[in-house]
């Protein structure tokens, strides 16, 4: 093996469910380059919440969100490219802008990374760690887990609530939906987060399928 292609990104830096750390450290220990994927987790860390979008630019007016995620990523030292995933000819020029001359983040740069990753992280509503321990005895066979996310990225990213309706409708195509939970309880019971599955359910319930 070359090298190991990760998921990473500031927001699933230390996410339990994704763990780009603890993935990103095992290849360190193991002499293994990191390829990166998803540096700006599928097109949200370019559009972050103005609260975060006023953070970066105080520091610095001419950089986008996504340049402050793609080099956090290129900033890690076992870090072999970054798959930034470019769409147009505006995303190019902005990508080349600070990759062809490339300056690692500061420590300042650093700390105003650490404020916006806890002021998104803080939005989560759904303390859900993605085990799916409840899914897999749903007699519904409803995507708890995955449903879960769909309305964590919603609160965290309000401006992408289409696409978590998109995912959503998608996803219960292949899953029972929401509002098919017909409250056995069996998930709360395995829940090691103590989440009160089933109300949640009809709050997404709500969410997804009335609007
Ligand atoms: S309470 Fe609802 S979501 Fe939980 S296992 Fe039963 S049917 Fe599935
Ligand atoms: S058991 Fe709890 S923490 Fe685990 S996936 Fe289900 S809701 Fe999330």
Redesign the pocket.
């Known amino acids: 093996m070359e090298y190991v292609q990760l998921q990473i990104n500031y927001l699933d830096w230390e996410s339990p469910a994704i763990e780009s750390k603890t993935c990103y450290d095992l290849c360190v220990k193991h002499g293994k380059p990191v390829i990166v994927m998803e540096p700006v987790k599928g097109g949200s860390l370019a559009r972050v919440p103005e609260s975060i979008d006023r953070l970066f630019k105080q520091y610095n007016p001419d950089a986008s969100p996504a340049s402050w995620a793609i080099r956090y990523c290129a900033s890690l030292p076992n870090v072999l490219t970054v798959l930034s995933g470019m769409s147009n000819m505006e995303q190019l020029d902005d990508n080349t802008s600070y990759m062809q001359d490339f300056q690692p983040l500061n420590d300042e740069e650093q700390a105003i990374i650490v404020q916006a990753t806890e002021a998104i992280s803080d939005a989560i509503a759904i303390p859900c760690t993605a085990c799916h321990y409840?899914s897999e005895?749903?007699?519904?066979q409803?995507a708890?887990p995955e449903y879960f996310n769909l309305y964590n990225m919603m609160q965290q990213f309000p401006q992408l609530k289409s696409n978590s309706k998109l995912y959503y409708d998608l996803i219960a195509k292949s899953h029972g939906k929401a509002s098919e939970?017909?409250?056995?309880?069996?998930?709360?019971a395995q829940c090691p987060q103590h989440i009160d599955?089933?109300d949640n359910?009809k709050l997404l319930a709500t969410t997804f399928e009335e609007s």
């Open positions: 409840c005895g749903c007699p519904q409803i708890i939970c017909i409250e056995c309880g069996q998930c709360e599955i089933i359910l």
